[in-house]
């Protein structure tokens, strides 16, 4: 089938507005030109793109489907041409990673302050979610690469290699003091408010794992969407959770929390820098995925 590339850029256009008298400004065209190309490309795919409302138009299920592919294309074009421009000799691109909040505070921040001191004109774009949500956005091609916590599970395509290893301990604020006297048991957590992260995220399946294999039924009394909003809410004494121990440790000598003890170890997570085998990375975010790796071989 022989279509013309630009009506593509086109579709590209009016999907992303939802309005042709946007797209056609911001392509530095007319309505009447817009439309004539969209109905061509529906035309020759034989298949209805769009469907008109009250406030624009919007995608059908089949122009859902071409543009999650035209997107994926259109920004690696971008990425391209952004790649072969240089800025004082200087290399430039776009690298897209997905991140947990996890990752970023234990590693990737610390790393990524390095590398743009070496890269300053390399951009990041940098996608905060939880594991699951990550690997489906790599998977998809949305992302170059991603920094993500364990556990996970991910199809052969994906490669994976180990950043560092963390600890995570149970803290609790000034008012769970008496918790620290002597080692809990795991049931014995029942007994008080504790506050994990979502369903959604690769710690609640850590945490569920854990207790099921020591045959405790726990589940969250409050569920945040991230480890940062942890701290503050345990730290205002609304309950206990786990969170990982460098994190922790600042709080615990400024003695804002306390740490308790269980009988039982909790098992060591990782981080680990994940990308697809079958899907080449842009320039700007090979050179960042290679420079992370140096940076663990270094380490």
Known sequence: MDINFEYYKVFYFVAKYGNITKAAAALGSNQPNVTRIMKILESQLNCRL???????????????????????AYRHLLNA????CM?????CGTAKIGV???????????????????????KIKINNNT?????????????????????????????NIKALEFKEILVGGTQYTALCKKPLKLEDIKKYPWIGL?????????????????????????????SDLMLPLIEDNLGIGFVPEKLALPLLKEKKLVQIHLRNEIPKRSIQIVSDKGRGKSLAADTFYRFLISKIKQS
């Not at 469907?51 to 592919?69: F, Q, V």
């Not at 041409?81 to 072969?84: F, G, K, R, S, T």
């Not at 594991?131 to 490669?159: C, M, Q, R, Y």
Request: zero cysteines; a negative charge; proline letters at 4%.
């Open 100 to 122: 947990t909040e996890t990752a970023l505070h234990l590693f990737l921040l610390h790393t990524l302050h390095d590398f743009k001191l070496e890269y300053p004109t390399i």
């Open 198 to 226: 979502g369903r959604e995220s690769a710690t609640y399946k850590f945490y569920k794992d854990f207790f099921i294999a020591h045959r405790v039924d726990l589940e969250p009394d409050m569920e945040v969407a991230t």
């Open 50 to 72: 769009f469907t008109r409302e009250a406030r624009g138009i919007s995608l059908t299920e089949k122009g859902k489907h071409l543009y999650s592919h035209v997107e994926i």
């Open 131 to 159: 594991t699951p949500e990550i690997i489906k956005h790599l998977i998809n091609g949305k992302l170059d690469f991603a920094v993500i916590t364990t556990p996970f599970e991910t199809p052969k395509t994906i490669s």
């Open 87 to 91: 800025q004082d000799s200087q290399m």
């Open 81 to 84: 041409q952004e790649e072969i």
